[in-house]
């Protein structure tokens, strides 16, 4: 796959690029299965995937929680050591909301690593109804409690873009 250069924060590395972009592709997966374009994994410092998930939260039948970071970090929280899980980061095809980014900062995950910020979101959605779009930054949410949360991102903002252009119209 050719991938155009773009610009990434300080601390990147290119194994971060390179599970960002399978989170961007399984938003496309997502999407693909009739459901909202976003999708999130979860890694071990070796870049082992511990758990992966798109978004669940489509109406009429999806759970409106069921956003993708929450449920790959939920899962991730089943399955390995909270000492593991500090040491883990999430990769997702856009920023955690405040509710996913209490599930990572709740489950211990140390890093979080996205693609689409916020903003960027909010101009590719709209004032859709199914993405009533916050905006506060995951890192205020972080910045609140009582542990780090390490947060690069955004960006290969250009590729995540890309699964949901036409699907909010």
């Known amino acids: 796959m050719n991938h155009a250069p773009s610009l990434s924060p300080a601390g990147t590395t290119d194994l971060d690029l390179e599970l960002l972009r399978r989170a961007i592709a399984l938003s496309a997966l997502s999407r693909q299965n009739g459901r909202h374009p976003f999708a999130a994994l979860v890694a071990d410092r070796n870049g082992n995937v511990i758990a992966e998930a798109g978004n669940n939260s ?87 409690g009582q542990r780090q949360v390490s947060v690069l991102g955004p960006m290969l903002e250009t590729e995540a873009a890309l699964p949901h252009k036409g699907f909010w119209s």
């Open 58 to 144: 489509m109406p009429p039948l999806g759970d409106p929680t069921q956003h993708a970071e929450l449920v790959a970090v939920a899962n991730a929280a089943k399955h390995v050591s909270a000492e593991t899980l500090a040491a883990c980061t999430l990769y997702t095809s856009a920023e955690p909301c405040c509710m996913c980014a209490g599930a990572v900062y709740w489950t211990g995950i140390g890093r979080v690593v996205y693609a689409l910020s916020e903003h960027a979101l909010l101009g590719l959605t709209g004032d859709h109804p199914e993405n009533p779009t916050f905006s506060l930054p995951c890192r205020e949410v972080f910045a609140r």
